[in-house]
């Protein structure tokens, strides 16, 4: 695991040595990124990567044909901003710890103790509700052509997703009711589910939801109706196999895990390790929050910056439309005036003198006021200034900030994000 991130970044041709130095899984653990994220990151900047089967020939020393890196003539894709693990050595390393957060650490190590090893239940005596509720609605459901029992609709209560047969229901509920013995011992609490049909389990804030699966045997029937059932369309008939498949998934840590039965180990020996491996995923899951988190604020910054650069750089277009704006009104109010004063000069042409109460001496009146208003250079006006009012600045900065395309991290037009 890692202390935190920085940003790097590197020429086309820096990365393309890279890639082909270095296998993309091994790559990816020094950067804040995934294979198939830095795969489009190359694809997009046009960076050839080794083909399929390209790092096993050469582990043997079979001969290898490296892509040669052709230029290009957009100059915006020589350069690529990555995100860098700093801190820490990654999981991939030897003495790397188990886990980054220590509390997690320390619950990982008491699943080793031998007196944690979570016991199996050999009857149903006192089990959670979910567990009764799950068994009530089995046993009151039918089978499918599969031999797999399905749960009645009629019960009301969230139920543990099981799809057994009736040879192992009771080994699967003995199954979950030893895991959820076990979580509550340790503190956690059942609830259910956002749906109401499934209980989850908060295990350190995260929710956990548990299942139970039965594969089947196939073989090709005789015939397409056996003992008058009705078997599907490609004529086989299954029977139950005795194996089971537990399923544990959490949708916002986005965390799925399947454990088998396999012929050395039952489920019931491994409930420690599948416990073991939620608490690390759980882990993993604060980290990869915490390493978004950090990105997000490095992403913010960048854009900070970048839009009080362009905010700079487009002042002076905003002096410009002022000034022209502010022009074409100055020369309005000057065609205007002049106009005023040529009735000026006919009216007192026409009749010596102008008296202020008459008709055209009210509407001079009104012109002069009016001129005041619509003239820039009048002294109801301020001169023009350099500086942007703070109007100005904060819609400027909206512009700026609504032509940033964050996927480019450019202020391209926003078609192209």
Same mark, same amino acid.
């Given at each position: ?13 820096? !990365?393309?040595? /890279? ?42 020393? @079979? ?5 040669? *890196? ?6 915006? #894709? ?11 050595? &990654? ?24 007196? @944690?090893?979570?016991?199996?239940? &050999? ?14 609605? #089995? /046993? ?33 509920? !003995?199954? $979950? ?26 295990? /350190? ?11 089947? +045997? ?48 039952? *489920?019931?020996?491994? $409930?420690?390790?599948? *416990?073991?491996?939620? $608490? ?23 854009? &900070? ?15 410009? &439309? ?6 074409? @009104?100055? %020369?309005?109010?000057?065609?205007? %005036? ?12 026409? +009749? ?43 819609? *400027? ?21």
């Amino acid at each position: 695991m890692h202390d935190s991130i920085e940003q790097i970044v590197l020429s086309r041709e820096e !990365l393309y040595e /890279l890639v082909w130095a270095t296998p993309m899984r091994r790559l990816v653990a020094e950067f804040a990124i995934s294979d198939v994220g830095l795969a489009k990151i190359c694809k997009r900047h046009k960076i050839p990567r080794p083909t399929r089967g390209y790092w096993a020939k050469l582990q043997y020393g @079979k001969s290898v044909h490296k892509h040669p *890196l052709s230029s290009i003539s957009d100059k915006s #894709l020589q350069e690529i901003r990555l995100q860098k693990y700093v801190g820490t050595p &990654t999981s991939l390393d030897a003495d790397a710890p188990v886990a980054a957060d220590t509390k997690i650490v320390a619950l990982i190590n008491a699943e080793s103790d031998p007196s @944690k090893k979570i016991p199996i239940a &050999t009857s149903l005596q006192a089990a959670d509700p979910y567990i009764m509720a799950t068994n009530v609605a #089995l /046993l009151q459901g039918r089978a499918d052509e599969f031999g797999r029992v399905y749960p009645s609709n009629k019960i009301d209560q969230p139920i543990f997703g099981v799809r057994v047969s009736s040879q192992s229901l009771r080994r699967a509920l !003995l199954l $979950l009711h030893s895991i959820v013995r076990a979580l509550h011992k340790r503190g956690y609490s059942f609830g259910p589910g956002e749906d109401r049909k499934e209980p989850e389990v908060d295990i /350190l804030g995260i929710r956990f939801q548990f299942g139970l699966w039965e594969p089947v +045997n196939q073989k090709k029937a005789d015939k397409y109706y056996v003992a008058g059932v009705t078997y599907n369309r490609f004529g086989y008939e299954y029977s139950p196999s005795g194996r089971l498949e537990l399923s544990i998934r959490a949708r916002e840590a986005n965390f799925y895990m399947r454990l088998r039965d396999t012929k050395i180990n039952r *489920l019931e020996d491994r $409930l420690n390790y599948m *416990l073991v491996q939620i $608490l690390k995923g759980v882990d993993q899951h604060f980290v990869a929050t915490e390493i978004a988190k950090q990105k997000a604020e490095i992403q913010a910054d960048r854009k &900070t910056t970048a839009i009080d650069a362009e905010v700079e750089r487009r002042k002076d277009g905003v002096r410009e &439309t002022n000034l022209l704006r502010t022009a074409r @009104k100055w %020369r309005h109010a000057v065609r205007a %005036r002049e106009f005023v004063e040529a009735v000026r000069s006919e009216a007192i042409h026409r +009749n010596g003198a102008i008296n202020e109460e008459s008709e055209i001496g009210l509407w001079l009146g009104w012109a002069d006021d009016y001129l005041e208003k619509i003239d820039p250079l009048s002294e109801q006006h301020i001169l023009p200034q350099f500086s942007l009012t703070e109007g100005e600045l904060s819609e *400027l900065r909206k512009k700026c900030a609504a032509d940033w395309c964050d996927y480019r991290e450019d202020f391209s037009l926003r078609k192209s994000c």
